[in-house]
């Protein structure tokens, strides 16, 4: 298992600075050098920057072949799984598709602290910092959350918080990336509360009930004999009915 970084362009233009960018992270925030990199045909990878770059910090530059994925099956196995987590958690509260960056990033963010090695039974945080992340502050994605209003003038019966959603977590400071539905925007806060109850992680209410008891409790303590069909005469019309009652 690998720790996974995700990268967003605006531009194919912007690949070799970032490239460049993720080298000196790795040097310098994690004392590790890189030894190969492996990427698809794309016109982003192959020019003459990237190879000089590559040749400056001593990285092998792999390509898999022309229309074959298959070829970089772990990239893609993992950007499958990140598509997929996003889908879920924008699909929990029906957040907007136009925010499926927020989740991609966020599905990002969580797999790389929750999903344990097989064999060595870590997270690839543990394995990259040496030590188990803390995951108490996690959230559901997209739950409604009360910001709380800094740095501003309110009188005595304005609110004093406004109402916004979860976008995922901030990786420079400790605070949570929120939109603030007053305001339109994308914040990082920390003064802010969550209300993780309109989702579909909650249970459905259970209306068929046996003397005050849910239904599979009551079937669980049930024992065969106790629900038998009986007969029934109707003496109008001289017919049989036959129904079940319930446990005696």
């Not at 698809?40 to 990878?45: I, K, L, R, Y």
């Not at 990002?108 to 030590?131: M, Q, V």
């Not at 939109?179 to 925007?185: F, I, R, T």
């Not at 009986?230 to 003496?235: L, M, Q, S, Y």
């Amino acid at each position: 298992m690998r720790y996974t970084w995700v990268f967003f362009l605006g531009d194919k233009s912007e690949t070799f600075d970032i490239f460049k960018t993720f080298i000196k992270r790795c040097l310098n925030e994690f004392d590790t050098t890189i030894k190969k990199v492996r990427s698809d045909n794309g016109s982003e990878f192959k020019n003459t920057r990237i190879d000089e770059l590559c040749d400056e910090f001593g990285i092998k530059h792999q390509f898999s072949p022309k229309y074959t994925p298959q070829s970089n099956g772990l990239v893609e196995r993992k950007n499958r799984t990140l598509i997929d987590m996003a889908r879920s958690m924008l699909s929990e509260y029906n957040v907007s598709d136009s925010f499926w960056a927020e989740a991609i990033n966020t599905a990002c963010y969580c797999s790389n602290r929750l999903y344990c090695h097989r064999l060595l039974e870590k997270t690839p945080y543990e394995l990259l910092n040496g030590r188990k992340p803390n995951i108490a502050y996690f959230r559901v994605f997209g739950c409604k959350c009360y910001i709380l209003k800094k740095g501003t003038r309110l009188n005595k019966f304005e609110k004093k918080c406004d109402e916004g959603f979860l976008l995922g977590y901030s990786t420079t400071s400790k605070a949570y990336r929120v939109w603030n539905l007053a305001s339109g925007s994308l914040e990082e806060v920390h003064d802010v509360e969550f209300d993780e109850t309109k989702g579909s992680q909650d249970e459905d209410e259970n209306h068929d009930d046996v003397r005050g008891l849910p239904l599979a409790n009551a079937m669980k303590n049930m024992d065969i004999g106790d629900i038998r069909p009986r007969e029934v005469i109707d003496e109008q019309d001289n017919e049989y009915q036959v129904f079940t009652p319930c446990a005696n």
